[in-house]
């Protein structure tokens, strides 16, 4: 009986730790998504939905980002590729979560000119990201933000993922961890890269304007 007690206690312990781990450990906590997201959860939307216009959100298209090495560009400038874009920090538990996933659909697209991947350090520590990334061997490009971001892009919840299509319109937008490599995105940026960039199979939302952040 006092066997049964103290391996109950122990077990017990054990558990009260590793609930404690995942809770407090952002790396422990990403592994456990990660682990879900193996089982099919964390699906990113997929369905095409009209997109949103950024022409008509002021200084939407000269955000300008910058490189490690201090070269900069703007959103305008990306205009003809299919652009995804993420912001994310080191951490963030449902960052690191879905970072795999990110590098496994950049890996595929890396060498195509249509697509560019703009990986967002919030904290705007590139150092810090980039030792991440070199650690874990991503090959992701990570940049900081030179500007202030429209609402309408990011709110501020990481992660953020926002796809614009070819003409730099928003065709995706979510917050919240999700598996970026699954078949059904891949599928996704395909079919955006298909589009023409005149094409007006996405009809634009009439959204209301949020203003800047600061």
Do not use: H
């Amino acid at each position: 009986m006092k066997k049964r007690i103290n391996k109950s206690t122990i077990w017990n312990a054990l558990f009260f730790i590793g609930i404690l781990v995942i809770l407090f450990v952002p790396s422990a906590k990403a592994m456990l998504m990660q682990g879900l997201m193996e089982i099919g959860l964390f699906r990113p939307d997929t369905e095409v939905k009209p997109a949103t216009d950024l022409s008509a959100v002021p200084q939407a298209e000269t955000i300008r980002f910058s490189d490690a090495k201090g070269k900069t560009f703007t959103l305008d400038e990306l205009k003809g590729k299919v652009v995804f874009l993420n912001f994310w920090a080191t951490w963030c538990p449902p960052c690191l979560a879905e970072m795999p996933s990110i590098n496994k659909l950049y890996e595929q697209y890396k060498n195509d000119p249509k697509v560019v991947f703009v990986m967002v350090d919030a904290d705007g520590k590139l150092p810090k990201a980039q030792a991440y990334l070199d650690r874990k061997k991503f090959s992701l490009p990570v940049y900081s933000l030179d500007t202030a971001v429209p609402e309408i892009l990011f709110s501020g919840s990481l992660p953020t993922t926002v796809v614009l299509d070819k003409q730099g319109r928003i065709s995706y937008n979510e917050s919240g961890v999700a598996n970026y490599a699954s078949k059904k995105f891949i599928e996704f940026i395909e079919t955006l890269k298909s589009l023409e960039e005149s094409s007006d199979r996405f009809n634009t939302n009439e959204k209301k304007v949020k203003p800047l952040k600061n």
